[in-house]
């Protein structure tokens, strides 16, 4: 559906969305509570994708789980679609925040987990950041104020893959160490492969880690998982004008698990 | 006017409880009545405009009303992306509570002077921008901002400022305030340059020349028809403002002349801080003197453009 997707709107940011599929596959098929019918329902589990460019990957679940046609799908990039490069707050039926500029999604999720303590809330925010994007300093201003506010309706799922536009993480502007990082700006951190549905489904289960702390899950994936043609390679991060021999190429590609 | 705005933060907080004040490390007694009485309505924040003005549109988008108050330079240029996108794209109901607009920090230097705060902000869709005159004008207009959609910002003056603006003319948002006739020019003005404009035209009238003073608080969305009309019923227009001159109300009223195309073309010229960083500390009326943002100088320009009217 991705790659159908890709093949509609000719362009798309491939790998950023192959690396978070099980990540959304876990929260949409099981922790996530919702409506697809009532998209505003007070009670639901709020989920941003703070990463917008990895968008494909959601707008294919939102659509499997009925908050849009499918044939939305086929407009992505369209002048008469709702689906954009960047997913839209007010456009698109379950889109929370819209994205595209990193570094927003993280404060607006504390934003929310914020008002459901402060109003007592049940309903949880789920936050998928990218590793890139943590480089961006509004990410750790939030990290400090979700702290400070013991914000434990709020998960943080780090899509760690390792790599970002020019080239390795390591070698644009490593992060390591990540996970004590995350800790000691007063996240209850916990690491998982990003692709075993298993551990995700379980691990995500368990929040929050800590009844005073948020909570971060650190995601090791790998970027463009899923095709051989995209995995690991940097020229798949965000490809546009992709030809019909380039879309026939993923799909010959496609894993087979 | 600080004072002021906040004592109404604390108002509006009484009656109504979607509001919540958010400070960015502000004074250890902002706001104590408050953050005593109504605890859950007041959050003090670290120094992170970023965060809090994202975290507040989150808010707003769970149907509160933050007020959110620091200076305000930190409040425009710091977050101007947090502003753009999670305030104007979103259009939440954030307001945000400028201390020190124009040149109120004078002592402090550039990095504290807000002189480009109503450009930049002019650019945002669904941003309202409100410069009250004076405290009593800003309380006017601050009770009227729980009912806006979209995004408020507020300019706050130096505070004690002389009380110029009237109760008994209306006030309200998006409505230019015709505060003085006259026949030979037109002053637009905004802000705490209103007293700036109406000693102008007391000086103008007793050398026989009659100014008309359009006060617009409302920077936007701008009250475009009332700047027109007025225009109209003059040759001379001069707009004044503790402002750069790029972007601020004197472009945005020379927008409106040049698009009217009026005949005989309007002599005009605005008044307000040169392209530049301003260059010396003193004091607000020091700098505002040393730009010419004085009556003397809106005086003398008028003149001037009458003889080339003439």
Known sequence: MIVRTIEAGKRGHVGAAFSIVEILRVLYDDILKFDAANPRWPERDRCILSKGHGCIALYVLLAEKGFFPESELWKFCASNGILGGHPEYGKVPGVEASTGSLGHGL?????????????????????IVGDGECSEGSIWEAALCAAKHQLSQLTVLVDYNKQQTYG??????????????????????????????DELRNTLREVPFDSNKPSVIICHTVKGKGTSL???????????????????????????? | MRKTSLDMVYELAKRDPRVVFIGSDLGPDTLKQLKAEFPRQFLMEGVSEANIVTMAAGLAMEGKIPYINTIATFLTRRCFEQIVLDLGLHNTKVRLIASGGGVVYAPLGPTHLAIDDIAILRAVPNMTILAPADADEMRRLMLQTLEVNGPVYVRLGKGGDPIVSRADLPCEIGKAILMREGKGALIVTTGICLQVALAAADELEKQGISARV??????????????????????????????????????????????????????????????????QYGSQASLMARYDITAEHLAGVIKELRSKTA
């Open chain 1, 107 to 127: 404060s607006f999720g504390v934003g929310f987990a914020l008002h459901a303590k402060l109003e007592q809330d049940n309903h949880r925010v789920f936050v």
């Open chain 1, 168 to 197: 390795t993480i390591a070698e644009v502007q490593g992060l390591e160490p990540l996970t004590e990082k995350w800790a000691s700006f007063g996240f209850a951190v916990r690491e998982v492969n990003g692709h075993d549905v």
């Open chain 1, 230 to 257: 995209t995995k690991g390679n940097l020229a798949w991060h965000h490809k546009a004008k992709v030809s019909e021999t380039e879309v026939a190429s993923l799909f010959a590609s496609l894993d087979a698990e």
């Open chain 2, 214 to 279: 359009l006060h617009v608080h409302t920077l936007k969305p701008l009250d475009s028809a009332a700047i027109y009309e007025n225009a109209a019923r003059v040759p001379i227009v001069v707009t004044i403002e503790e402002h750069t001159i790029v972007g601020g109300l004197g472009s945005a009223v020379a927008e409106i002349i040049a698009e009217a195309s009026f005949n005989p073309p309007k002599r005009f010229r605005r008044i307000g801080i040169p392209d530049v960083f301003p260059d």
